[in-house]
């Protein structure tokens, strides 16, 4: 069964440290997502990206958020500085095009002390 | 922006009734899929119904689609305690300039099946 994984599952930081959160989407899926989830803003879209080249990352923070894809099987999703509001639950998804089924991994929950 | 809102935002039901949630959207759109988030896990996509389409099946899943009404709701027959979860809708529009525009997802219905 192919998925997407998520790595680290947990990060505890203190404000002011970089954070890198890794994904790697299933093979074959062109269009990559990054996903932020908190209980009062719901699902939020940072950034997306179709055959590695990003299409929107209008949801993302740009002082402090970058996302890239350096190749078709590792999408890195960086912070720096963190802050405490950047508390959440990260999700990344991938699928075969930007209007179809996604497929979310397990995510990564940080948490900024 | 926010394109799905789900009604109701929670339901608590007995195992064996039927669970209904309903989804409204604003901007015409290419499909709506209907997805299930368990606790402490990533979203699970259940079933996706497209902008011609107007009834869907899938088991215990049945989802209808009004596209002049701009609603969708998702009903699960039969529950069971394992149904326990947030249900979202998501929906796929279109970019004015005639690209796709990836999916908005709403915050979601928490539905509790009571053994």
């Known amino acids: 069964d192919a998925r997407v994984t998520q790595t680290p599952r947990h990060k505890v930081t203190e404000m002011g440290q970089e954070v890198t959160m890794r994904c790697q989407p299933i093979?074959?899926?062109?269009?990559v997502f990054w996903y932020r989830q908190t209980m009062m803003q719901g699902l939020e879209l940072l950034a997306y990206?179709?055959?590695?080249?990003?299409?929107?990352d209008s949801g993302m923070p740009k002082d402090r958020f970058s996302a890239e894809m350096p190749d078709a099987t590792l999408a890195t999703l960086k912070i720096q500085p963190s802050e405490p509001r950047d508390s959440a639950v990260y999700f990344c998804?991938?699928?075969?095009?930007?209007?179809?089924?996604?497929?979310f991994g397990p995510g990564t929950r940080l948490t900024v002390l | 922006s926010q394109q799905g809102e789900e009604d109701p935002q929670a339901l608590s039901i007995q195992e064996g009734e039927n669970a209904t949630m309903n989804c409204s959207y604003k901007?015409?759109?290419?499909?709506l899929q209907w997805y299930r988030q368990n606790s402490g896990r990533g979203l699970v996509h259940l079933i996706l119904?497209?902008?011609?389409?107007r009834e869907k099946h899938s088991g215990r899943l049945r989802v209808t689609l009004d596209t002049s009404k701009k609603s969708s709701s998702l009903l699960i027959t039969a529950s069971r305690a394992a149904d326990t979860a947030s249900y979202f809708c998501?929906?796929?529009?279109?970019?004015?300039?005639?690209?796709?525009?990836?999916?908005?997802f709403g915050k979601g219905t928490h539905l509790i099946i009571q053994p």
């Open positions: 998804a991938s699928g075969p095009d930007s209007t179809d089924t996604q497929y």
């Open positions: 093979l074959g899926h062109n269009t």
């Open positions: 990206f179709r055959n590695r080249a990003p299409l929107d």
């Open positions: 901007t015409s759109i290419n499909n």
């Open positions: 119904i497209r902008s011609n389409e």
């Open positions: 998501a929906t796929a529009a279109w970019y004015s300039g005639g690209g796709a525009d990836g999916l908005t």
